[in-house]
């Protein structure tokens, strides 16, 4: 039997990935409510995720430099 878990190692952190996901979103032109955002378009969500991974990669990179 598999045992997943959706912990929270840096539960701190959640607030500042919840704004960044804004910003992101702001960037690409996608409208996010406060609360449930269930009704976007699953190629909007993926637009916002992709981008906060892209943006998490690049300053990794620049702090690897």
Do not use: C, H, W
Not at 22 to 45: C, F, H, M, P, Q
């Amino acid at each position: 039997m598999a045992n997943y878990s959706n912990k929270k190692l840096v539960p701190e952190a959640m607030t500042a990935l919840d704004k960044f996901k804004y910003e992101v979103a702001s960037e690409v032109g996608v409208n996010l409510k406060d609360g449930y955002n269930g009704d976007i378009s699953a190629r909007d969500a993926g637009r916002i995720g992709g981008n906060m991974v892209k943006k998490m990669i690049q300053q990794v990179e620049n702090q690897m430099k």
